[in-house]
């Protein structure tokens, strides 16, 4: 989810919310920006791949799941300090799961497997200081998902795109859309979703899907292909990935201090409380909107 919704409180345990997000993530994507990245991929023997806020790698694991990649050069770039250790630790056994291996250190990895091989970097800067380096991407595709709403779109693509060859195409996902949803409905809601969406736009403006469609056409880039990606998580049992994702939105919402501030901590916690029970009982219904954008950087 656009990051929008990952509260970094102490104590949040980042690599337990992005694997559980990913299986949340996998049933939400839009098939023709999909479509659209899957077709340019199979053109290319050993494509270049960059993907920005790649945390811990679930994208990758994605593509090798589907069978999109198979040999491939893969850098993956997150501001995170320690990104590059969290990724290879969680990698290895995600690959596993798929008769893969990786190997090599944290930050230069290949995974491996029969028709499998993938040179795996990874960059640990942010994008903006990144992008200020003398480095460039020979990227056949760029990837972000769950990122462009905690950066500065505007500036940074002209940026992101003058780095990157002409025509790359790029597969934006999971940005954020703008609208929060639980159900059954409480009194409550509406305080406190526009609490917390408020306190987003506080932080960084209004970065969500329109924004970030309105900075690619200006930035030069074609949007080949868009559509919706909302996450939804239906009423079900509080052990799977689903309810434990819900679970870690709920905790963020808990730790925005404009919520607090809104409602008061009485009404916030008869709200937490209510929405835990209904998670717990297996009843609680989740849906946050999104949209993906895939197409080409501008030719220049
Ligand atoms: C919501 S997470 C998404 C991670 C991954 N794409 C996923 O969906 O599992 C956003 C990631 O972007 C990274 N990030 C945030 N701001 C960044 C920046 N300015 N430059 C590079 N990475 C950044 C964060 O560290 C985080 O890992």
Avoid: N
């Amino acid at each position: 989810m656009s990051d929008a919704h990952t509260g970094s409180a102490a104590g949040f345990d980042y690599v337990a919310y992005l694997a559980a997000k990913r299986v949340v993530d996998d049933a939400s994507f839009a098939a023709t920006p999909r479509e659209f990245c899957v077709q340019h991929l199979a053109a290319i023997t050993e494509p270049s791949l960059l993907e920005l806020g790649a945390g811990i790698g679930t994208m990758l694991v994605r593509l090798l799941a589907a069978g999109t990649l198979r040999r491939a050069r893969y850098t993956m770039l997150d501001a995170d300090r320690g990104a590059a250790a969290r990724a290879h630790a969680w990698l290895g056994e995600a690959v596993a799961e798929l008769g893969l291996r990786l190997e090599g250190a944290p930050g230069r990895a290949q995974i491996r497997g029969p028709e499998v091989s993938v040179e795996l970097r990874f960059v640990e800067a942010r994008l903006e200081d990144w992008l200020s380096s003398a480095e460039t991407a020979r990227a056949d595709l760029v990837l972000a998902h769950s990122f462009w709403d905690l950066v500065d779109e505007g500036t940074l693509l002209p940026r992101l795109w003058s780095r990157v060859a002409p025509g790359a195409r790029y597969w934006f996902t999971g940005t954020f859309a703008g609208e929060t949803r639980v159900a059954p409905a409480h009194a409550d809601d509406a305080a406190v979703w526009s609490a917390y969406h408020g306190s987003m736009r506080a932080r960084g403006g209004p970065r969500h899907a329109a924004a970030l469609r309105r900075a690619l056409l200006e930035s030069g880039a074609e949007i080949d292909a868009e559509g919706p990606a909302d996450q939804r998580v239906s009423p079900g049992p509080a052990t799977r990935p689903q309810s434990r994702f819900v679970g870690f939105i709920l905790d963020t919402v808990e730790c925005e201090p404009a919520v607090g501030a809104a409602l008061g901590p009485e009404r916030l916690e008869a709200w937490l409380s209510r929405r835990r029970a209904q998670l717990a009982a297996g009843t609680l219904a989740f849906e946050a909107t999104q949209v993906d954008f895939a197409g080409r950087a501008p030719l220049r």
